[in-house]
């Protein structure tokens, strides 16, 4: 069974610094790429950016550039999702989600994990 | 770039069929047949629901299509049940490995 489990709920100050993850399982890690999706309080989906950890190839959305860092670890099937200094607009639900590979048409999120709630106080 | 447009809601009665536009432009929706739809109940994580504009995940209903015209791509509800409230977002590759979300739709079922 694919599974994406997120870490748990984050509760930060601004200029904090975190780390959010996402472990995958029950598929070849590294033949799926893994997106990072946000969710504002009562807003829509916003595309953050995406991972390929096979080799680490990361491609960001413009407006998330520079403002996060994503990041894999194949050996652990684990991606990360990083902030150097919070801000309170940072205040989200963040998922992940596995997008199948380019050569089977694989443009879209399959699987998502469960989300992972910031809250960032200022 | 901008997001996909979407209404921001949607309603139809218990067996009718309902009808969500999702509207982007030639540099992603109309220049790729790679639009996704993703289904979302409160607290919950989004669901894949339609995927390369018409192709149905194995276990979803047939009662969700999806289609494409031009730049505007569609996701239609037929047969309409209790269950199909939620938030329904479009989503399009829009070239460079890039990708876009519509702003969402909520659907209340009357």
């Known amino acids: 069974e694919v599974q994406l489990v997120q870490s748990g709920a984050e509760v930060k100050k601004s200029g904090e610094s975190l780390k959010i993850s996402c472990k995958g399982s029950?598929?070849?890690?590294?033949?799926?790429?893994i997106a990072w999706v946000r969710q504002m309080p009562g807003k829509g989906l916003e595309w953050m950016g995406i991972?390929?950890?096979?080799?680490?190839?990361?491609r960001y959305s413009p407006s998330f550039q520079g403002q996060v860092t994503i990041s894999a670890d194949k050996s652990i099937t684990t991606t990360y999702l990083q902030w150097s200094s919070l801000k309170a607009s940072d205040t989200a639900i963040y998922y992940c989600?596995?997008?199948?590979?380019?050569?089977?048409?694989?443009?879209?999120?399959?699987?998502w994990g469960q989300g992972t709630p910031v809250t960032v106080s200022s | 770039q901008s997001a996909l447009t979407q209404p921001p809601s949607a309603s139809g009665s218990p067996g009718q069929s309902v009808t969500i536009s999702c509207t982007g432009t030639s540099s992603d929706v109309g220049g790729y047949n790679y639009v996704s739809w993703y289904q979302q109940h409160p607290g919950k994580a989004p669901k894949l629901i339609i995927y390369?504009?018409?192709k149905r995940p194995s276990g979803v209903p047939d009662r969700f299509s999806g289609s494409k015209s031009g730049n505007t791509a569609s996701l239609t509800v037929s047969g309409l049940q209790a269950e199909d409230e939620a938030d329904y977002y479009c989503n399009s590759y829009a070239g460079s490995n890039n990708w876009v979300f519509g702003g969402g739709t909520k659907l209340t079922v009357l």
């Open positions: 029950g598929y070849s890690f590294t033949d799926y790429w």
């Open positions: 989600a596995r997008k199948p590979p380019f050569a089977s048409s694989g443009y879209h999120l399959d699987y």
């Open positions: 390369g504009v018409s």
């Open positions: 991972i390929y950890p096979s080799d680490s190839d990361t």
